[in-house]
């Protein structure tokens, strides 16, 4: 009886020892599990600030390569508008030099690789969101560049001689384009240094 008292006790001392062993194993594959998980969380977020700093410092370059031709335009048509006479397509072009009116095209590559990743999720919220704006604000401005140019350069838009339209139009449109180019340069200006953060 003694002997089997022994045996018994040896059997729940090694029942218990190996599951401590195994409890012990799994706490820390799950461990190196949980370690793996938030290193690749943290390469991903460290990507996407790379990707997005790269992106906006593109995107205000783009910007900042026009603005001095939309303020000219802009000074260009409101003379030519303020002009007597008839205001034909040859007179509008030497009056205005024009060559287009030059909409930015932003790149936004960072911003849906970011979505498909969820990279976002890993960023602070306050520098997600504030990069979020940044991408809302150009998704506008390109919006609003896009009607723009579909609503006045359709078929019509030079079967009459007189450019009085075209030119108020674009009078409009310029004013608008001198008002957020400024602002999106900024909202670049803000956003840069913060994407060098550490998530």
Do not use: C
């Amino acid at each position: 009886m003694r002997l089997e008292r022994i045996l018994l006790g040896r059997s729940l001392a090694r029942w218990l020892a190996e599951l401590a062993l195994v409890t012990a194993g799994v706490f820390l594959a799950l461990l190196a599990d949980q370690w793996r998980e938030h290193r690749e969380q943290r390469q991903l977020a460290a990507d996407a600030l790379r990707n997005f700093a790269e992106e906006m410092r593109a995107n205000r370059k783009a910007v900042a390569d026009v603005r001095a031709y939309h303020e000219q335009l802009a000074r260009d048509v409101d003379a030519f508008l303020a002009e007597g006479g008839p205001k034909t397509l040859q007179q509008f072009q030497a009056a205005t030099r024009f060559r287009g009116v030059q909409p930015v095209v932003f790149e936004h590559t960072a911003w849906d690789l970011a979505l498909a990743t969820q990279s976002l999720s890993y960023l602070p919220h306050d520098l997600a969101y504030a990069i979020s704006r940044v991408y809302t604000r150009q998704q506008t401005f390109q919006a609003y560049e896009n009607s723009f140019a579909q609503g006045m350069f359709g078929p019509t838009t030079f079967q009459s001689d007189d450019t009085s339209a075209l030119a108020r139009a674009m009078q409009i449109y310029l004013t608008d384009v001198n008002i957020q180019e400024p602002k999106l340069m900024q909202a670049y200006d803000d956003a840069l240094p913060r994407l060098g953060e550490a998530p």
